[in-house]
């Protein structure tokens, strides 16, 4: 495995050091764990462990801080940050979207996702983080997503969805 270059990354700026990261998990097919960037800008290189990320856990998980996701619209890109979304198999759909998030939805396709801080294990209190890039589309009062969504959440939805079919995870 090609070893991680502490000196350079230390002489980047934050922007070259986060594409410097990207660029060293798609190279070693690793990726870091929250802690593990913490370490990085803190210069902490013992405290290093690598895990893989598993979508089909993602798809179990209840317990998100939050969801990113980013939706251009004419002006500029849209970023939103929620809490409860459903992960399928080839796709996320994300809940209770607003007005400005529709109008970027029904122009462009194109969505970028950060799933970030998800706790895979309420006693040990790991979190991970993972990207995804897809296509996004716009859902209007379906009752099969109304189900999808009390199921895991235990309540009922209000509002319209957005679904994201996963086209790569990055």
């Known amino acids: 495995m090609e070893k991680f270059d502490f000196e350079k990354f230390r002489e980047l700026d934050s922007l070259e050091s986060?594409?410097?990261?990207?660029?060293?998990?798609?190279k070693t097919g690793r990726q870091f764990s929250e802690k593990e960037i913490y370490n990085l800008y803190n210069c902490e290189e013992e405290h290093f462990f690598f895990r893989e990320r598993n979508i089909k856990d993602i798809m179990k998980m209840k317990f998100c801080r939050y969801i990113t996701y980013v939706v251009k619209n004419e002006q500029?890109?849209?970023?939103?940050?929620?809490?409860?979304?459903?992960m399928r198999k080839n796709e996320i759909v994300i809940f209770g979207i607003t007005e400005e998030e529709k109008e970027g939805l029904l122009k462009f396709s194109k969505a970028g996702i950060e799933i970030d801080n998800i706790l895979n294990n309420i006693e040990l209190q790991k979190y991970s983080s993972v990207l995804f890039v897809g296509n996004a589309r716009l859902i209007t009062n379906s009752?099969?997503?109304?189900?999808?969504?009390?199921?895991?959440?235990?309540?009922?939805?209000?509002?319209d969805v957005v679904a994201v079919s996963i086209d790569e995870k990055i």
């Open 18 to 26: 986060m594409e410097y990261i990207v660029k060293y998990e798609k």
């Open 76 to 86: 500029s890109y849209v970023s939103a940050f929620v809490r409860e979304f459903v």
């Open 143 to 159: 009752e099969k997503m109304c189900k999808l969504y009390y199921a895991k959440y235990k309540k009922k939805s209000t509002g």
